[in-house]
């Protein structure tokens, strides 16, 4: 019996096909994504925590993987610059804070439309191939259960790999989600913390 990945290629015209292929590079995408977000966030961690102990200690060290660092160094760097009240330095720490938070955004919500898209993209070549199926069983003017049965089964191989590349992506995009949203409330705690110091 033929491979039901292969069969279902061989079977499919140019509507499945481009569906397929679709799919999969949204897939090779994706991953490339969460490999990425994961390990930068696990590095922005590691950099956050041995900074931030520098930080309380008293201890002003430059620790390149945190964004806080970059914070800080662009705000001492605008005070040798210029005299800044406490309402510039406000504003200098809310900007610079949130153009660090913006730049950890990148490409993570395009997870979230995988996940949604993907499905509805598997839907569809399967929609369409079972009506390419029931177009040829009316041409042959057969009904047989096992014609009918094997176009049925290679047109639902496109949502099971809808499916296949949902899941992964949103399970990813929770994660990353959580880690963004986890360094967002640090956020506050640390520019209050730079505040406080720097305006002394």
């Not at 990425?36 to 520098?54: G, H, P, S, T, V």
């Amino acid at each position: 019996m033929e491979n039901i990945w292969i069969a279902s290629w061989k079977h499919c015209d140019w509507v499945g096909k481009a569906d397929l292929i679709m799919l999969f590079l949204l897939s090779i995408y994706s991953w490339a994504i969460m490999i990425d977000r994961f390990m930068l966030f696990k590095r922005i961690r590691k950099a956050n925590e041995k900074f931030l102990q520098n930080f309380y200690d008293g201890k002003i060290a430059s620790v390149p993987d945190s964004p806080w660092s970059r914070v800080l160094s662009r705000i001492l760097s605008e005070k040798a610059k210029q005299n800044i009240t406490e309402e510039k330095l406000l504003i200098y720490l809310k900007r610079f804070g949130n153009q660090e938070l913006h730049s950890l955004n990148g490409k993570i919500d395009f997870l979230l439309s995988v996940s949604a898209v993907a499905p509805f993209m598997g839907l569809l070549g399967t929609v369409w191939g079972i009506l390419m199926s029931f177009h040829k069983i009316g041409l042959a003017g057969t009904s047989s259960v096992s014609i009918i049965a094997s176009g049925v089964s290679e047109a639902l191989i496109v949502t099971f790999v809808g499916l296949l590349v949902a899941i992964p992506a949103a399970l990813g995009y929770n994660y990353l989600d959580e880690q963004r949203q986890k360094i967002q409330v640090q956020a506050n705690e640390v520019l209050e913390s730079f505040y406080n110091v720097m305006k002394q």
